[in-house]
Nanobody
Framework: VQLEESGGGLVQAGNSLRLSCAASGSTFSNRFMAWYRQAPGKQRELVASFTTDVSGGTSTSYADSVKGRFTISKDNARNMMYLQMNSLKSEDTGVYYC??????????WGQGTQVTVSS
């Protein structure tokens, strides 16, 4: 099982980045898919997520700190997930992790991609 994030880097405040997450090696559930981040000295926090209910309806959720600036998207056919990050701020700096779950709910994490926003 492999989750591979890409797209991180060093950007100036106000600029944008697009993160990608490629999943392979297993059959993944689409019930819950998410991006988390961990800033230096802080706990990992949920940034954005997809939740699919039993009827197939999908909803998105965002941390208050990124609402209106970040957009999560996905391509189920390609097992890809994305995070478009606009109007980046210095407080968005951290390691961003892709999170998926297996068919029995087992969690999978990527290695993370570093995002550094300079002010």
């Amino acid at each position: 099982v492999q989750l591979e994030e890409s797209g991180g880097g060093l950007v100036q405040a106000g600029n944008s980045l697009r993160l990608s997450c490629a999943a392979s090696g297993s059959t993944f559930s689409n019930r819950f898919m998410a991006w988390y981040r961990q800033a230096p000295g802080k706990q990992r926090e949920l940034v954005a997520s997809f939740t699919t209910d039993v009827s197939g309806g999908t909803s998105t959720s965002y941390a208050d700190s990124v609402k209106g600036r970040f957009t999560i998207s996905k391509d189920n056919a390609r097992n890809m997930m994305y995070l478009q990050m606009n109007s980046l701020k210095s407080e968005d700096t951290g390691v961003y992790y892709c999170h998926r779950r297996g068919l029995w709910g087992q969690p999978y994490w990527g290695q993370g991609t570093q995002v550094t926003v300079s002010s």
